[in-house]
């Protein structure tokens, strides 16, 4: 599977897409409406080869994924604001720094957030080893016991703002972002049925980029022995780039690869996003599709990596059309459904030709006749079509009345009197199910009926460009084909 490149995070009532130097987010707004906005940004690995070098181009792109993710959640919390008066130290600000006071205190909370992020994971856990004797532990078993920690209170801070209930809601929006990526990535058409049962787990998601850098870590400083704490704590601090970008090459590599051993690998990273996605409903599904939309042209990637997956969704969605139909109707339309039936059986879709009493003998008399000079009969060219065989039934010899002659003597005369007894007349029943029996004789369906009705689905399909067409399609279909196990009403009747 050729990965789509596209990345993405949620935000507050919404999803962010990026793909390459294009950005957009869209946001849910308290009134339902919902707000598209697009943006470039260019990236240091487009300006200085060096910065797209493996491992280099995943430090870059998790600072730069960083900033540009705080900024779209600045700015999906701008919907979302009410009108308040400044406070002091918010004046103070703006009349100090102007129209940069919003970057000033964009780039204090990313500072804040990093400090955060290192008391807990770094010098916590460190610190907690320090104080374990070294003729207690060797350097080796606290190195594990360090990176045990750390995994431990991710796992305990992940767990805590999944319980929050705005962070719910931003796990399902989360969801959607995931659904929507491996929709387009699994060759389905991007629309909430697809999306919806698509997966909210993802091998590129960031959460198992986080995970991977804690596991990695582990390993790492196993065989970087520092004796003292503080250099202990610098080299920590100085391999984070480089830990970053191993696990970055990682995910990127299980992204695009359908191995077993990647497979496995990522397991870790899709059990936790068990608890950093959530299940997301129709409104949030349609944001996330806005938002995919906005920056990539998902029909153009999946042209080039799923050649001939168009055609078989458009099958796929008028099989369930049609039977969505016949589930409505129940067994109402049975009295139609035998006039379009031809009742050959099978386990897929058969050729079935449309008739009515009159217009079907001509057209079933010519099937079996030889070729005429330069000319060729509708039900000829579908026979060579779909290589099926005709085969001539045997004419029934129409019903006459029954004519009795009986001879009476009375007095020495010889009296002879012909009765004919009457042909009492069909029901309408009758000569429908006579005229069906004719029809069921004279066609019958060629070994590989199976192969035909692929080719026919899949011909008819390719003709349908929108709904209006596919719809006319799906009637087409229903001229040629036929379900297994259809009976009409006479047919449940002789069963009886």
Not at 58 to 83: D, H, K, N, R, W
Not at 116 to 126: D, E, I, K, S
Not at 190 to 200: G, W, Y
Not at 201 to 228: A, M, N, W, Y
Request: net charge neutral; aromatic share 8%.
């Amino acid at each position: 599977m050729k990965s789509s490149g596209i990345g993405g995070q949620a935000v507050l009532e919404g999803v962010m897409m990026k793909n390459r130097d294009r950005y957009a987010v869209a946001v849910r707004k308290p009134n339902g409406e919902l707000a598209v906005e697009k943006g470039k940004c260019t990236s240091l690995k487009d300006k200085n080869r060096f910065f797209g070098l493996p491992i280099v181009r995943g430090v870059v792109g998790f600072v730069e994924s960083l900033v540009l993710g705080t900024q779209m959640l600045t700015s999906s919390a701008a919907y979302f604001e009410e009108e308040e008066e400044p406070g002091k130290f918010e004046r103070w600000l703006i009349q100090k720094f102007g129209k940069k006071a919003d970057k000033i205190i964009m780039g204090a909370a990313v500072l804040l957030g990093i400090l955060l992020a290192f008391g807990l994971f770094t010098l916590l856990p460190l610190a907690v080893i320090t104080l374990i004797p070294d003729d207690v532990m060797s350097y080796e078993y606290k190195a594990l016991v360090e990176g045990g920690l750390r995994l431990l209170i991710f796992l305990i801070y992940i767990a805590l703002i999944s319980a929050n209930r705005d962070m719910k809601r931003v796990f399902m929006y989360h969801g959607a972002e995931h659904k929507a990526i491996n929709c387009i990535e699994h060759g389905l058409p991007l629309n909430v049925k697809n999306v919806r049962k698509s997966s909210r787990q993802h091998k590129r998601c960031g959460t198992s980029f986080l995970l991977f850098v804690i596991l990695i870590s582990i390993i790492f400083f196993i065989f970087v022995r520092v004796e003292t704490f503080w250099l202990r704590l610098l080299v920590r601090v100085l391999f984070v780039p480089l830990l970053a970008g191993i696990s970055y090459e990682f995910i990127r590599l299980a992204g695009s690869s359908d191995s077993k051993v990647m497979d496995i690998l990522s397991k870790p990273g899709l059990w936790l996003q068990g608890l950093t996605t959530r299940e997301p409903n129709d409104e949030m599904i349609k944001v996330a599709i806005a938002s995919v939309e906005a920056v990539f042209d998902w029909e153009a990637y999946q042209k080039e990596n799923f050649p001939g997956r168009k055609y078989e969704e458009k099958v796929k969605r008028a099989a369930e059309r049609r039977n969505d139909k016949r589930t409505e109707n129940g067994k109402a339309n049975s009295e139609n459904e035998k006039k379009e039936s031809v009742g050959v059986a099978s386990n897929n879709y058969l050729p079935k030709q449309a008739f009515d009493d009159t217009t079907v003998e001509k057209k079933m008399k010519a099937a079996v006749e030889p070729e005429k000079k330069g000319k060729t009969e509708p039900v000829e060219d579908l026979a060579a079509k779909f290589d099926i065989a005709f085969e001539k039934a045997e004419e029934k010899k129409p019903e006459v009345p029954a004519v009795t002659e009986t001879t009476s003597v009375e007095n020495g005369d010889t009296t002879k009197a012909i009765t004919c007894e009457s042909v009492p007349e069909k029901t309408e029943e009758e000569l429908a199910k006579e005229s069906r029996s004719r029809l069921v004789a004279k066609v019958s369906a060629a070994d590989r009926s199976e192969e035909a009705g692929k080719l026919a689905r899949r011909e008819y399909a390719a003709a349908a460009e929108d709904d209006e067409e596919e719809d006319d399609i799906l009637k087409a279909l229903d001229q040629y084909f036929v379900f297994d196990g259809e009976k009409t009403v006479m047919e449940r009747s002789d069963n009886k």
